[in-house]
């Protein structure tokens, strides 16, 4: 690599509004030459950090290798690249076999996180997923669907442990999933579909596990959105009895007699 070559930036978009980027990946969408964004989840919008001059590739249509050899075109050039996902890239971004396929090529690369559709949609409500005395695990997953995943993963397992969770890629199987969670949380489970979280068109829907299935289909959602089970959907400002000892007055830290 010449000193001219700069590394290719992966990039997390966020969730959906331009300004919930990092400035880091701002900035990086501010000095790139060309940017390949994924054009079915990433929307236009985020591309107004981008310069007119620079070029814009939407992957929606390429496959692997083609995304690659737009990289390497570009790389060799001198140009500066990003690579530009939603949310946060290491999740679900399927980063790891681009980066891999570069490293073979001496292309190195850096990645920039983002706000993932799980963080974004608690902002949104003002949750906690982790309440002192009724859940300190947050658990992001999915459901086996045309991506299968590991046996131990399954999503029957998971919701056993009755812990805060978001279940991402999975509204197209919600009676699957509501299945499950209604075995694994009960049929009165507080729940929450998070519809393209932080968009203009954004949804956020509570509802119970049970009904789950029917409100998805009466909306007509099938595709972008989150659902969020656990229990700390079920406290509210009325029934919170536990408070975190970080900010109990009898509660003495290095910062705090």
């Given at each position: 690599m010449s000193k001219d070559n700069y590394p290719v930036m992966f990039v997390g978009a966020g969730p959906g509004d331009p300004d919930l980027i990092t400035v880091k990946g701002q900035q990086a969408l501010r000095h790139s030459d060309m940017v390949i964004y994924a054009g079915s989840l990433v929307p236009e919008?985020?591309?107004?950090?981008?310069?007119?001059?620079?070029?814009?590739?939407?992957?929606?249509?390429?496959?692997?290798?083609?995304?690659?050899?737009?990289?390497?075109?570009?790389?060799?050039?001198?140009?500066?690249?990003?690579?530009?996902?939603?949310?946060?890239?290491?999740?679900?971004?399927?980063?790891?076999?681009q980066i891999a396929a570069l490293d073979k090529l001496g292309i190195p690369c850096q990645v920039i996180p983002g706000v993932t559709a799980a963080?974004?949609?608690?902002?949104?409500?003002?949750?906690?997923y982790t309440l002192p005395e009724v859940c300190q695990t947050l658990i992001l997953t999915r459901i086996a669907g045309k991506t299968p995943v590991p046996e131990m993963e399954a999503l029957e397992g998971l919701a056993a442990h009755q812990a805060s969770m978001a279940i991402y890629l999975s509204i197209g199987h919600v009676d699957r999933v509501g299945a499950i969670l209604e075995s694994a949380y009960g049929r009165d489970a507080g729940c929450v579909v998070a519809y393209r979280v932080s968009h203009p068109d954004e949804k956020i829907i509570r509802t119970t596990v049970g009904e789950l299935p029917e409100v998805t289909r009466s909306e007509n959602i099938s595709r972008h959105a989150l659902i969020i089970v656990g229990k700390v959907l079920d406290v509210s400002a009325e029934t919170l009895k536990h408070k975190s000892r970080l900010y109990d007055q009898d509660f003495t830290h290095g910062y705090r007699k």
């Open positions: 919008a985020v591309l107004k950090w981008t310069r007119p001059d620079a070029t814009k590739i939407s992957s929606a249509s390429l496959d692997l290798g083609q995304i690659i050899d737009e990289i390497e075109r570009a790389f060799r050039k001198g140009m500066r690249v990003v690579r530009l996902h939603t949310g946060d890239p290491s999740l679900y971004g399927a980063i790891f076999e963080f974004a949609a608690a902002a949104a409500m003002g949750l906690e």
